[in-house]
């Protein structure tokens, strides 16, 4: 694809990967990816924001081939799919420097073998003329490196974000025109990457809000032309209050765990709660971390296996902690064949959430109608605590 252009002397760049499904051999992408570089052409020098993933810079190298100067090459973040075409880009334009906060230098050495001297350091607020058009660089930490900056274009009202508020979306939509497609691909992307660090975003956010923003053009994903769009949904995914929502992630063997795990989804449902029930064997992970956003109540379902949980809801338990999503509540229901450990080993895993333990509900062999009732009263306390504290 060729350049294509947002304003006057500003350009998109970059290239459109239809065809990856996995990000940092972790993160599923069903909907691929973009990698997304901006021109910026002021009346008296040029700028690049951001390159591309190292496997698509033939792409960018072939849009360059028109353009004959770079003054500046300004680095967002120092992950490979935004920094990896940094060397090349700084062979062929020999004067360019490359733009970074000071963290943001120091990793671009370490990762990229960049030379320190090819690279000014940028501190918060500070601008850079390019003749008719300035830069306004604005540090934004954490989203989700310690080194991340956003760029303002004033002249033009255009917020450049890099990872932050973007969507992993491959499309030849420059700008979002499928706002239900992009919010669940920002809220996947969001929740993967972003949601640990909601308290620094939410910072991050009263940072960029009270200047005039026509355009948010993120690195990944189509550019937002009604800014609103993305900025009310971030404002709902890192506030701390969680929905009237239970997520319920689970693995069964022989079926007496899912038996549990299936009454226990019809009782809450009964009592108005939103369920989103996953069994791992078969689940996008990503579509289970998406649900954590906004959810109130874990409840894992782990079957005993050796003593321990089923590894597979021990790789879950693991993840859910690692994401630190704002649930309040959790516990534990399982079938176990003899003896178990489960719940000691199970909360083990999850030391960063910050939860109330609800009752577990463990049971051996098949679940009986003791077991249901104890399910019944879970869903009691799941129904009148969410209640309690107002989640809706
Ligand atoms: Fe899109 Fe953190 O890299």
Same mark, same amino acid.
């Given at each position: 694809?060729?350049?294509? @252009? ?18 940092? *051999? ?8 973009? =990698? ?65 906060? $000071? ?7 370490? /990762? ?14 500070? !601008? ?23 760029? =303002? ?14 969507? /992993? ?15 669940? +691909? +920002? ?30 053009? %993120? ?11 993305? &900025? ?16 319920? #992630? ?5 079926? *007496? ?22 069994? &791992? ?5 990503? @579509? ?14 782990? #079957? ?10 021990? =790789? ?6 690692? &994401?630190? $999503?704002?649930?309040?509540?959790? !516990? ?27 009752? %577990? ?5 098949? $679940? ?23 989640? *809706?």
């Amino acid at each position: 694809m060729k350049a294509r @252009k947002i304003r006057d002397g500003v350009y998109w760049m970059g290239a459109v990967d239809w065809d990856r499904r996995l990000f940092d *051999s972790l993160i599923p992408l069903p909907d691929g990816t973009s =990698y997304n570089a901006y021109l910026v052409q002021g009346s008296e020098e040029t700028a690049l924001l951001d390159t591309v993933d190292p496997a698509m810079s033939d792409i960018l190298m072939s849009q360059l081939e028109s353009v004959p100067q770079i003054d500046y090459l300004v680095a967002h973040h120092a992950e490979q799919d935004h920094s990896g075409t940094i060397p090349l880009v700084i062979e062929k334009y020999a004067n360019a420097k490359v733009i970074a906060t $000071p963290k943001g230098k120091e990793m671009l050495v370490d /990762h990229l073998r960049i030379p320190a001297e090819r690279i000014i350091t940028v501190d918060d607020g500070e !601008t850079l003329s390019l003749g008719d058009k300035a830069l306004e660089f604005i540090h934004t930490p954490w989203v989700h490196w310690p080194e991340t900056m956003t760029t =303002y274009l004033r002249e033009d009202n255009i917020l450049f974000t890099c990872d932050f508020l973007g969507s /992993h979306v491959a499309t030849t939509d420059l700008y979002v025109r499928d706002e239900a497609r992009v919010y669940e +691909a +920002a809220k996947r992307y969001y929740a993967e990457i972003m949601m640990p660090f909601r308290k620094i975003i939410r910072k991050n956010m009263e940072k960029i809000e009270g200047r005039e923003i026509d355009l948010i053009a %993120p690195s990944h994903g189509p550019i937002y032309d009604r800014p609103s769009f993305i &900025l009310d949904a971030y404002r709902g995914w890192v506030s701390e209050k969680p929905k009237n929502a239970v997520v319920i #992630p689970y693995i069964s063997m022989h079926g *007496s765990t899912r038996e549990m795990v299936e009454y226990l989804v019809g009782a809450l449902a009964e009592r108005g709660v939103t369920v989103y029930q996953f069994d &791992l064997a078969v689940t996008d992970i990503g @579509k289970l971390a998406i649900t954590l956003v906004d959810a109130a109540t874990i409840v894992i379902g782990a #079957p005993t296996v050796n003593v321990g949980p089923h590894p597979v809801v021990a =790789y879950a338990a693991y993840l859910a902690n690692a &994401l630190r $999503p704002k649930l309040k509540f959790a !516990t534990i229901i399982g079938s176990y064949g003899w003896n178990t450990k489960v719940v000691e080993r199970v909360a083990g895993l999850i030391p960063d959430l910050k939860v109330e333990i609800l009752d %577990p509900v463990l049971c051996k062999g098949g $679940p009986r109608e003791a077991d249901f009732e104890a399910l019944d009263d879970l869903a009691d306390s799941i129904a009148e605590k969410h209640q309690e504290h107002g989640f *809706s």
